[in-house]
């Protein structure tokens, strides 16, 4: 598991270039720009169970959704910020993809530490140094195990369905 690290304000145009808005809009059209401008590197070497570690106002700016897809369809375990711009924040439900507001995680951080995630608990620990962070609400955690909020809604319609036979 690698740890990606990322300062303040990083933002949708950071995240995917906007010059492919257009032409790019499956995760796997979008994956391979990710970041790119940014950090060359992301996109051939994120791997699935990578974290991202960030400042603040991590996805300010527009309200596409390929940074988001593309982030999900990494396979990354979740973005670790100090805050996040509300809109991205919502996209990142609406695609099941964990985002946790830990202040002190990434100041924390030197590298070479070992980051381990642990949603069950809200717990996160950076090089051996345990951060609690807020649990999310039951109706984000059920988003987020359904893989999203169309297959969080495609089984609750057809829970619903099959109740009323």
């Not at 369809?73 to 805050?83: D, H, L, N, P, R």
């Not at 345990?130 to 109706?139: A, H, M």
Request: charged share 25%.
């Amino acid at each position: 598991m690698k740890v990606w690290v990322y300062g303040n304000d990083i933002n949708t145009d950071m995240l995917f270039p906007g010059k492919y808005t257009y032409t790019c809009s499956k995760p796997e059209e979008i994956k391979p720009h990710l970041l790119e401008d940014l950090d060359p590197e992301f996109a051939e070497k994120v791997r699935p169970e990578d974290i991202i570690l960030a400042g603040k106002n991590f996805g300010c700016g527009s309200s596409r959704e390929q940074p988001v897809v593309g982030l999900k369809a990494t396979g990354i375990q979740a973005i670790v910020a100090k805050s996040f711009a509300r809109i991205f924040y919502r996209a990142a439900i609406n695609q099941g993809l964990v985002l946790i507001e830990c202040p002190g995680a990434k100041e924390s951080y030197r590298p070479g530490d070992i980051v381990e995630l642990d949603l069950d608990n809200d717990r996160i620990n950076v090089g051996g140094k345990g951060f609690l962070f807020p649990q999310l609400p039951p109706e984000i955690q059920e988003i987020r195990a359904a893989g999203g909020l169309l297959s969080y809604t495609r089984s609750k319609l057809t829970a619903a369905k099959e109740e009323n036979e």
